[in-house]
């Protein structure tokens, strides 16, 4: 770790995909429908995962040729996550329980994605947890999106948080980029879908998680306890 971590945070804010929630193959899944539909062609896995985290509007200008193509893939794409979306994720373990604990002790807790925001909510009603989080802020709610700050910091102009108390779990390079361009910590969840090397490559995080149960144990060590 190369900051300490608060005691108490201000806040504690959570990417979704990968984080929260494990959607990796319902991502997969809809995107290779999109490509297969719509540009005949199936993009490599890794190709896929290396953009995640960015919205996805963003994502299909960058493999389109044209912006109507563009528009097309993510309409395909929504149509297709929308039909297998709810069978295809869970919560990741031990999340449930980290939010708990955070949650009793009166530390507000909220999730900053690059989805938008009424999918988001819906998975975290799907998965059991949308009542551990004041709010989602999507990427329909702030015209600039991580790497950028600016989500960050509007969760916690809306929590009343100070930015240097507060944490971001998330598990992308976007996600570190953007929690060390708010001066907030940023906490690396390598249950997601990067690895240590891609993360150390393009971001600084503040600390690393190789599970949920990991945030809780720096939460507790933090806070002067021991279980």
């Given at each position: 770790?190369?900051?300490?971590?608060?005691?108490?945070?201000?806040?504690v804010?959570?990417?979704?995909?990968?984080?929260?929630?494990?959607?990796?193959?319902?991502?997969?899944?809809?995107?290779?429908?999109?490509?297969?539909?719509?540009?005949?062609?199936?993009?490599?896995?890794?190709?896929?995962?290396?953009?995640s985290?960015?919205p996805?509007?963003?994502?299909?200008?960058?493999?389109?040729?044209?912006?109507?193509?563009?528009?097309?893939?993510?309409?395909?794409?929504?149509?297709?996550?929308?039909?297998?979306?709810?069978?295809?994720?869970?919560?990741?373990?031990?999340?449930?329980?980290?939010?708990?604990?955070?949650?009793?002790?009166?530390?507000?807790?909220?999730?900053?994605?690059?989805?938008?925001?009424?999918?988001?909510?819906?998975?975290?009603e799907?998965?059991?947890?949308?009542?551990?989080?004041?709010?989602?802020i999507?990427?329909?709610d702030?015209?600039a999106?991580?790497?950028?700050?600016?989500?960050?910091?509007?969760?916690?102009?809306?929590?009343?948080?100070?930015?240097?108390?507060?944490?971001?779990?998330?598990?992308?390079?976007?996600?570190?980029?953007?929690?060390?361009?708010?001066?907030?910590?940023?906490?690396?969840?390598l249950?997601?879908?990067?690895?240590?090397?891609?993360?150390?490559?393009?971001?600084?995080?503040?600390?690393?998680?190789?599970?949920?149960?990991?945030?809780?144990?720096?939460?507790?060590?933090?806070?002067?306890?021991?279980?």
């Amino acid at each position: 770790m190369q900051r300490s971590l608060p005691w108490p945070p201000d806040a504690v804010l959570f990417d979704n995909d990968g984080t929260v929630v494990d959607t990796q193959e319902l991502i997969l899944a809809s995107f290779r429908h999109a490509t297969r539909v719509v540009l005949g062609r199936q993009l490599p896995d890794a190709a896929i995962m290396d953009s995640s985290g960015i919205p996805l509007d963003r994502q299909m200008l960058d493999i389109a040729d044209t912006p109507a193509q563009a528009a097309e893939l993510s309409r395909v794409y929504r149509e297709y996550n929308t039909t297998v979306h709810d069978d295809m994720i869970a919560a990741f373990d031990g999340v449930s329980e980290l939010l708990e604990w955070l949650d009793e002790r009166g530390v507000p807790l909220a999730v900053v994605t690059s989805k938008l925001r009424g999918v988001c909510a819906h998975g975290l009603e799907t998965v059991g947890l949308a009542s551990r989080f004041r709010f989602v802020i999507g990427s329909d709610d702030c015209p600039a999106h991580k790497p950028a700050p600016d989500p960050l910091l509007l969760a916690c102009e809306r929590l009343g948080a100070r930015p240097e108390r507060t944490l971001y779990v998330g598990d992308s390079p976007f996600d570190m980029q953007a929690a060390r361009a708010a001066g907030m910590m940023g906490v690396a969840a390598l249950w997601g879908m990067f690895t240590r090397d891609q993360l150390a490559a393009a971001s600084q995080p503040d600390a690393w998680a190789a599970r949920p149960s990991d945030v809780l144990a720096l939460m507790k060590t933090a806070g002067g306890q021991e279980g």
